[in-house]
């Protein structure tokens, strides 16, 4: 019933950049905090970037200063724009809504940082 739909992920070298982006569902979207994460291997999934409906916004330290979480209400659409990208950074991201203990998830997008 309710969807999440990741785009924007590939192949970038070290420095690089890439913008992800995360198409919701109308119904949830307005009242929804929504976020980013993402999960390597052998490692735990982890908190990326997280914006409410009020704009209150939420790093990762790993990512500060180098990430940006952004949301477009008219588009119902949530980004992440990723600059000087690090081998790190390599994972499956997943976009996120949640609301209380309401939580939906998306497919996930691979990212991948190589020279």
């Known amino acids: 019933q309710v969807q999440l739909v990741e785009s924007g992920g590939g192949l970038v070298q070290p420095g690089g950049s890439l913008r992800l982006s995360c198409a919701a569902s109308?119904?949830?979207?307005?009242?929804?905090?929504m976020g980013w994460y993402r999960q390597a291997p052998g490692k735990q999934r982890e908190l990326v970037a997280r914006?409410?409906?009020?704009?209150?916004?939420n790093y990762a330290d790993s990512v500060k200063g180098r990430f940006t979480i952004s949301r477009d209400n008219a588009k119902n659409t949530v980004y992440l724009q990723m600059n000087s990208l690090k081998p790190e950074d390599t994972a499956i991201y997943y976009c996120?809504?949640?609301?209380?203990?309401?939580?939906?998830w998306g497919q996930g997008t691979q990212v991948t940082v190589s020279s």
């Open positions: 996120n809504g949640n609301w209380a203990i309401d939580n939906y």
């Open positions: 914006i409410t409906s009020g704009d209150r916004i």
């Open positions: 109308r119904s949830i979207f307005s009242a929804y905090a």
